[in-house]
């Protein structure tokens, strides 16, 4: 090895998914010493439950949107919206569950078109227009609550009477091999994007647009096509979350549906290692992000720490782990240590 060539561990570091997972394992070491019933998992009647799987299962509504939230940020803009889109889903559903009798795949997919459409709308306002996506999505942040409110008669629906509420219940309540279907949905979703943005062009189209959105269109790439379609995704990521969030209660709470949503999806997005200015993305690290903002808030709840004091450990993680995934501040802490 020369004397130019970087230490053998720089590999390392230098991964963007490699600090959240040592900040994941940070966690569930403490955990482990301080609280061990933490690993505990008990089967009764096939299914698996214990605080690990609750990490899981309620970090599933926030590994979906992040997910989505990924492919927005890469191509340089942000979804403010997926909170509210969250809300226009679970209206939708239970409006439709309880007024009609349509059969409930066609329910299932009007909620989930409903969301693609707000989300069509977002990626019109950026690519097309020309708003700022901060601005664009803020604007149905806040309009999309007032929809979904309107939507429900400005009350919630519940359906706990409905002839479809056992399979709508499922979604959100139900097991599928032993772990929460929820598990399932947010593990199909994430193998079926991977596959998409990794074994063809579209994660590259992605990461053109986000990195050089002039030099993409010069070279054939429709710019304004790949931000339309990453904006409905994103909706349709966060239709599906709503789906799972009105399953949970079994209601339609538009008031309280996704309410600061957005902001988790967006912390676990960075700190995974996708920065928000655009380009190279990791889905992967994003997925790893979201696990660990559920965990931490596991590990408090699990401690007694108050809601209200939970956003401040929460903050204090992600900007430590946001300092070591910068080179400036690496390049600082590397420097001392090896003079």
Not at 104 to 127: D, E, K, R, T
Not at 302 to 330: E, H, N, Y
Request: some cysteine; hydrophobic content about 55%; proline content about 4%.
């Amino acid at each position: 090895m020369t004397t130019h060539d970087p230490p053998w561990y720089r590999r390392f570091v230098d991964s963007t998914i490699f600090w959240p997972l040592i900040a994941l394992a940070a966690l569930l070491i403490f955990n482990a010493f301080s609280s061990p019933s933490f690993f505990d998992i008990q089967v009764r009647d096939g299914h698996l439950y214990g605080s690990l799987v609750d990490v899981l299962n309620r970090g599933s509504i926030g590994i979906i949107l992040a997910i989505g939230m990924t492919l927005v940020i890469a191509t340089g803009g942000v979804d403010l919206s997926v909170g509210s889109i969250m809300a226009i889903s679970g209206a939708v559903a239970a409006l439709l569950l309880t007024e009609t009798s349509l059969p409930f795949p066609v329910v299932i997919v009007a909620a989930l078109s409903a969301s693609l459409i707000a989300g069509a709308i977002n990626g019109v306002l950026v690519s097309i227009v020309g708003i700022q996506p901060i601005v664009a999505t803020l604007i149905l942040m806040v309009s999309g609550r007032g929809i979904a409110r309107y939507i429900t008669g400005e009350k919630v629906i519940a359906l706990v009477d409905d002839q479809f509420s056992p399979a709508f219940d499922f979604i959100g309540n139900g097991h599928f091999l032993g772990l929460p279907f929820t598990v399932t949905l947010f593990v199909l979703l994430f193998v079926a994007t991977l596959l998409i943005v990794r074994r063809t062009a579209v994660g590259l189209f992605i990461e053109a647009v986000g990195a050089n959105p002039n030099a993409s269109r010069a070279v054939g790439i429709h710019a304004h096509g790949v931000k339309i379609d990453v904006y409905m995704f994103s909706g349709l990521c966060a239709g599906i979350a709503g789906l799972i969030d009105a399953s949970n209660i079994n209601a339609a709470d538009t008031v309280n549906a996704g309410v600061f949503t957005e902001l988790d999806a967006i912390f676990a997005v960075v700190v995974g290692g996708t920065a928000l200015s655009g380009g190279r993305f990791s889905l992967t690290g994003s997925l790893i992000g979201a696990i660990l903002l559920q965990t931490l808030l596991t590990t408090m709840y699990t401690f007694g720490v108050a809601p209200d004091v939970a956003p401040v450990p929460k903050a204090a993680v992600i900007l430590f782990v946001c300092l070591l995934q910068s080179d400036v501040f690496r390049r600082m802490v590397f420097r001392r240590a090896e003079a």
